[in-house]
């Protein structure tokens, strides 16, 4: 199995920043496309970012210019920093991977458990 962890969520003021992690263990082949999403509360989960295999990253308009995804692909992990940070940017953050476990075998999506990004006004 594969295992998500993020890690860098916190409390920041507006205008501040942050640089969120995810770390993903087990036995992985290959890596498809990662990406970051967050929920607030009260509202469904949308997407904030995400970058596939080739590098090409896509990001939500409301983020863009803002964030900027990145990944370290020898070490498996997933990267988001976030700078300007706004009130409205307050959620929990989760990672995506969409992953191999064998060669010729199908994708499979795993999710992080989340972390918290409070923006303070």
């Known amino acids: 199995q594969v295992q998500l962890v993020e890690s860098g969520g916190g409390l920041v003021q507006a205008g501040g920043s942050l640089r969120l992690s995810c770390l993903a263990s087990?036995?992985?082949?290959?890596?498809?496309?990662m990406g970051w999403y967050r929920q607030a509360p009260g509202k469904q989960r949308e997407l904030v970012a995400d970058?596939?295999?080739?590098?090409?990253?896509n990001y939500a308009d409301s983020v863009k210019g803002r964030f900027t995804i990145s990944r370290d692909t020898a070490k498996n992990t997933l990267y988001l920093q976030m700078n300007s940070l706004k009130s409205e940017d307050t959620a929990v953050y989760y990672c995506?991977?969409?992953?191999?476990?064998?060669?010729?075998?199908?994708?499979?999506?795993?999710w992080g458990q989340g972390t918290q990004v409070t923006v303070s006004s």
């Open positions: 995506k991977f969409i992953v191999a476990l064998r060669g010729a075998g199908p994708f499979y999506q795993y």
């Open positions: 087990g036995s992985i082949f290959s890596i498809n496309s």
């Open positions: 970058i596939t295999n080739g590098g090409n990253t």
